[in-house]
């Protein structure tokens, strides 16, 4: 079957303890891209990749880092997460420029 | 910066009624434009797709664009309860795709 797959799909952690959210997909997809989505802001783009080995900031990268070293995997790294950062994420790909995304089904992050 | 824009409702209809959802755009150059539906907590999923000017429909739905006013907009005909979620609009820019926040339906039984 043909998706998106993040994991974990709720967390609960600590001020500065560093974590990784997972995102893989198998559609062989060249763009990766994650989001974060808080009430009445709609989805914010946090990074995206276009190919492996190239990774851009979106419009809310502060506090996170990503790496796109295999096509099929986007982790997404909060280093020292804050409670502000509390939200729930989307990772996404598409096939190419201009086509539909395809969403995992999203990680809801919680920083105490 | 550039934004997409949508009303944030809540749009409430009767059942059975048009449901109309607007956009706006502010990147010239973007040529794809989506509509995502959303129920509380769960994924986005795909409603349509329209890259060229004019209306294009599937189903109940109606996706109709106009570049020149940097328009989108989606039309559900005969709204059911079922089509209750958050409707976000998506543009595609150079990089990847912005959304709106979405407006939320309540299509009332």
């Known amino acids: 079957e043909a998706q998106v797959t993040q994991n974990p799909r709720y967390l609960i952690t600590v001020t500065g303890k560093k974590l990784t959210v997972t995102c893989s997909q198998n559609m062989n997809h060249e763009y990766m891209s994650w989001y974060r989505q808080d009430p009445g802001l709609g989805l914010r783009q946090i990074y995206y990749s276009m190919n492996v080995e190239v990774t851009d900031k979106g419009d809310v990268p502060e506090g996170y880092k990503v790496s796109r070293k295999e096509k099929r995997n986007f982790p997404l790294i909060l280093e020292s997460p804050s409670p502000n950062q509390t939200s729930l994420y989307f990772c996404?790909?598409?096939?190419?420029?201009?086509?539909?995304?395809?969403f995992g089904q999203g990680t809801r992050l919680t920083v105490v | 910066q550039k934004e997409v824009e949508q009303n944030s409702g809540p749009l409430s209809v009767p059942e059975g009624a048009i449901a109309s959802l607007n956009c706006t755009y502010s990147?010239?150059?973007?040529?794809?434009f989506f509509w995502y539906r959303q129920y509380s907590g769960k994924s986005p999923e795909l409603i349509m797709f329209i890259y060229s000017n004019g209306d294009k429909e599937d189903g109940r739905f109606t996706a109709q664009l106009n570049k020149a006013s940097q328009y989108v907009s989606l039309l559900i005909r005969d709204s059911q309860p079922s089509d209750s979620a958050t409707y976000l609009c998506?543009?595609?820019?150079?990089?990847?795709?912005?959304f709106g926040a979405g407006t939320r339906l309540t299509v009332k039984p």
């Open positions: 990147d010239r150059g973007s040529q794809s």
């Open positions: 998506a543009v595609n820019e150079e990089g990847d795709m912005r």
């Open positions: 996404a790909s598409r096939p190419g420029a201009g086509t539909e995304a395809f």
